[in-house]
């Protein structure tokens, strides 16, 4: 009952020396070479055609001339006295309403030259008649106080003030029936 038992199959002989002739093995890299060649220019070609395809039409616009236009330059117009001349009368210049008026700037704050600050300021602003000096009592937090007397022109009270109003921190205007050897008397207070 027992079989026989088979001989187990041989195993073949390999030589792993390299049984192939060397022709062969020049064809399998001839062959690498060509397929490595071709790959290439199939992915230098799909390239080609991505960056040809995306390219757009720039369209540059074309700048529209215009028109440069210049001002003239802004000039603050400034008080000047006007002369009419009329032949065989004796001629008198005409004086603007800032030039008829005399003014009395007095330092109130002690501050060496602050009265002289405030001519320079309102004869560039178009009065004349300015005379300087300092106030009975004087103190650094003083504020600025004008008098005008009945003979200031109630048109320039207003620019007079405002000009006080841009320059200290404090302005007080009072009006007074009188009148004496001034229109205005400004005394100076803490400036700005």
Do not use: H
Not at 21 to 26: G, I, M, P, T
Not at 48 to 54: A, I, L, M, N, P
Not at 105 to 126: D, R
Not at 161 to 183: F, R
Request: charged share 20%.
């Amino acid at each position: 009952m027992s079989e026989p038992m088979e001989d187990p199959p041989a195993i073949p002989n390999i030589n792993l020396e390299g049984s192939k002739s060397d022709d062969v093995y020049e064809v399998n890299a001839n062959v690498i070479i060509a397929v490595v060649v071709v790959l290439l220019l199939l992915i230098g070609g799909l390239i080609f055609w991505k960056v040809k395809g995306s390219k757009k039409e720039l369209v540059t616009p074309t700048p529209t001339p215009t028109e440069q236009v210049t001002l003239p330059p802004t000039s603050t117009p400034t008080a000047t006295p006007s002369v009419s001349i009329t032949p065989g009368k004796e001629t008198t210049p005409t004086l603007s309403p800032k030039q008829k008026v005399k003014i009395e700037v007095l330092n109130g704050t002690g501050v060496t030259g602050e009265a002289s600050f405030l001519k320079g300021k309102l004869t560039s602003a178009g009065f004349a008649t300015i005379d300087t000096g300092n106030a009975a009592s004087t103190s650094a937090d003083a504020k600025t106080e004008v008098t005008y007397f009945s003979t200031f022109p109630v048109a320039l009270k207003i620019d007079l003030t405002t000009l006080l109003s841009d320059l200290y921190t404090s302005v007080s205007a009072t009006n007074s029936a009188e009148s004496g050897k001034y229109d205005a008397i400004i005394t100076t207070g803490k400036r700005k």
